[in-house]
């Protein structure tokens, strides 16, 4: 799992593409507080080498949580700026600190 922030000079957005190396998976998505934990939201892009791969706009001075979706079950990703508990969730979430 890996994740890239790419900050746009002429607009408050910062790029950040998130990549999941899952080469047995079916489907792989992101959900977090940026697209109200939708499943089917931000859906990530199977490459020929099995890596999942997808780009969100996000505004930038601002933290995100989120976590993958793979077939159905959560998971966090280890490059996460940090981890919040989630009552909700009775789990952790990553933080993306923008």
């Known amino acids: ?3 890239k922030k790419q900050y746009l ?3 408050p957005i910062c790029k950040v593409t998130f990549s999941v190396a899952a080469k047995e998976a079916e489907a792989v998505s992101v959900v977090g507080n940026f697209n109200e934990w939708n499943t089917e ?3 990530l892009k199977k490459l020929k080498n099995g ?3 997808g780009t969100v706009d996000l505004e930038k ?3 995100y949580e989120f976590r993958y979706v793979v077939d159905g079950l959560y998971a966090n990703d280890e490059q ?3 981890y ?3 009552d909700f969730a009775a789990a952790e ?3 993306l600190s923008l």
């Open 84 to 86: 919040k508990w989630n």
């Open 1 to 3: 799992m890996a994740i």
């Open 61 to 63: 001075d601002n933290e």
């Open 9 to 11: 000079k002429s607009k």
């Open 41 to 43: 939201a931000t859906s």
């Open 51 to 53: 890596t999942f791969k």
């Open 80 to 82: 996460a700026d940090a």
């Open 93 to 95: 979430n990553g933080v």
